[in-house]
């Protein structure tokens, strides 16, 4: 398991605007600007946020004009999801 990918993943869940930002892509994709209507916060701020969420893998952007659409990334949620299972069969296993 490589710690530094999962750290980064696993900083991604750990603030409760990026959560909430998760919640809202879980249905489909969203553009920047729909994420700020939903969520009270700075654009400096959601950018900040998104950096963290595309820089771990779980959360993928496409810019489209002069906005960037954001959709949930699989590989992300499967490393998050790889590592849980992993720490499950480990505590099993003592």
């Not at 398991?1 to 919640?23: L, S």
């Not at 959709?71 to 003592?94: H, R, V």
């Given at each position: 398991?490589?710690?530094?990918?999962?750290?980064?993943?696993?900083?991604?869940?750990?603030?409760?605007?990026?959560?909430?930002?998760?919640?809202?892509?879980?249905?489909?994709e969203?553009?920047?600007?729909?994420?700020?209507?939903?969520?009270?916060?700075t654009?400096?701020?959601?950018?900040?946020?998104?950096?963290?969420?595309?820089?771990?893998?779980?959360?993928?952007?496409?810019?489209?004009?002069k906005?960037?659409h954001?959709?949930?990334?699989?590989?992300?949620?499967?490393?998050?999801?790889?590592?849980?299972?992993?720490?499950?069969?480990?505590?099993?296993?003592?």
């Open positions: 398991m490589d710690e530094i990918k999962t750290a980064k993943v696993f900083k991604a869940f750990c603030d409760e605007n990026r959560i909430k930002i998760i919640e809202l892509l879980s249905s489909g969203k553009c920047a600007c729909k994420l700020l209507e939903e969520i009270n916060v654009q400096p701020t959601l950018s900040h946020h998104m950096k963290i969420l595309c820089d771990s893998g779980v959360v993928a952007g496409r810019k489209e004009g906005w960037t954001y959709s949930i990334c699989e590989e992300g949620i499967e490393t998050a999801k790889e590592y849980l299972d992993s720490l499950i069969k480990e505590g099993n296993q003592s």
